[in-house]
């Protein structure tokens, strides 16, 4: 089946530091890939959509220039929450596709993130 | 726009009892649909999906649901629960052909008690 990896799963930042996560697609070619935050008790809110080699779209309310996502190949999109604050403190999960009329999203484990 | 509505937040069943968990769409078009099941600190597993073909959908681990269009819902299913399934459940729609965004329900905590 499809995996998709998240590094890293755990990540403990001071306050005002940047934090890169990267979300990898390891047997197949991701078209797209999304990137959610869900915080305790809650469902998974869409900050972005990733294509490949194109800009991010940014879902209304995400700051672009607070989280930078690149995706520079088929197989890996990144995450970047620069300049982080506690309330950025949050479980940040990537998924990806492969496509298609039909295509399902694959999640990765997640990565917790602890701002201090 | 679509939306998915997940009846009861927590839900609980003795080991053996029928699991049902609840979910009912909102949109415009014929959705695709996903139940999708969280364990603590991990990322999402697809369940099982409905993509317009047969109505009645088997996943895996014996979760099965139906897409009912008149009621508008696609409950999910299990004819015995096992103490492994005590997870927080997600009942997602998508478009089809609306870019491949999912949009989630707000989860089901599925408790068994022995």
């Known amino acids: 089946g499809a995996v998709v990896s998240q590094h890293p799963s755990r990540v403990i930042c001071k306050s005002g530091t940047s934090v890169k996560i990267e979300c990898r697609s390891l047997?197949?070619?991701?078209?797209?890939m999304f990137w959610y935050r869900q915080f305790p008790k809650q469902s998974l809110m869409l900050m972005a959509t990733?294509?490949?080699?194109?800009?991010?779209?940014?879902e209304q309310g995400v700051e672009k220039d607070k989280f930078l996502i690149n995706h520079a190949s088929l197989t890996l999109s990144t995450l970047t929450v620069t300049s982080a604050h506690p309330e950025d403190s949050s479980f940040y999960i990537c998924s990806a596709g492969a496509g298609g009329l039909e295509e399902t999203q694959y999640f990765g484990p997640g990565t917790r993130l602890l701002v201090l | 726009a679509q939306s998915v509505t997940q009846l009861g937040s927590h839900v609980s069943v003795s080991e053996g009892a029928l699991v049902l968990l609840r979910c009912n769409y909102s949109?415009?078009?014929?959705?695709?649909l996903f139940w999708y099941v969280q364990y603590p600190n991990q990322g999402l597993q697809l369940l099982l999906k409905y993509t317009s073909a047969a109505t009645l959908v088997k996943g895996i681990n014996g979760f099965e649901a139906e897409f009912k269009k008149s009621e508008t819902s696609f409950h999910l299913t299990k004819p015995s629960a096992h103490m492994s399934d005590a997870a927080e459940y997600f009942c997602a729609v998508k478009r089809p052909g609306g870019g491949n965004k999912l949009t989630f329900g707000t989860g089901t905590q599925l408790k068994v008690e022995l």
């Open positions: 949109s415009s078009v014929p959705p695709y």
């Open positions: 047997d197949f070619q991701a078209t797209t």
């Open positions: 990733s294509n490949e080699g194109s800009k991010a779209t940014y």
